[in-house]
């Protein structure tokens, strides 16, 4: 619902991949992932996001976030890079 959720839910829970929406209510989702990242530097975190003229991906990876999918998404690449993330370390 907002990135204070995001933060919480990533402290209390162990995620195979996080799903990182950048622009969430409250705290947004790059801000959320430089606090997840002061606990959890291993979780992949996939951007969400209809980048803008004021974001830019090198932008969003210096926040922490391992890789940037923009919306609208073509589904098979969704799918490549998800898999790509979950199958990284096995």
Known sequence: DNGEDAIEA?????????????HLPGINGT???K???EFD???PIIA???ISLNEN???LLSFGMNEVITKPFE???FYSVVHSYLTKNK
Request: no cysteine; charged share 25%.
């Open 10 to 22: 990533a402290r209390k829970n162990q995620y195979n991949l996080i799903l990182m929406d950048v």
């Open 31 to 33: 801000v959320a992932t």
């Open 35 to 37: 606090f997840i990242r």
């Open 41 to 43: 530097s291993s979780t």
């Open 48 to 50: 969400l996001t209809a």
């Open 57 to 59: 991906k090198e932008t």
């Open 75 to 77: 589904p098979e690449h």
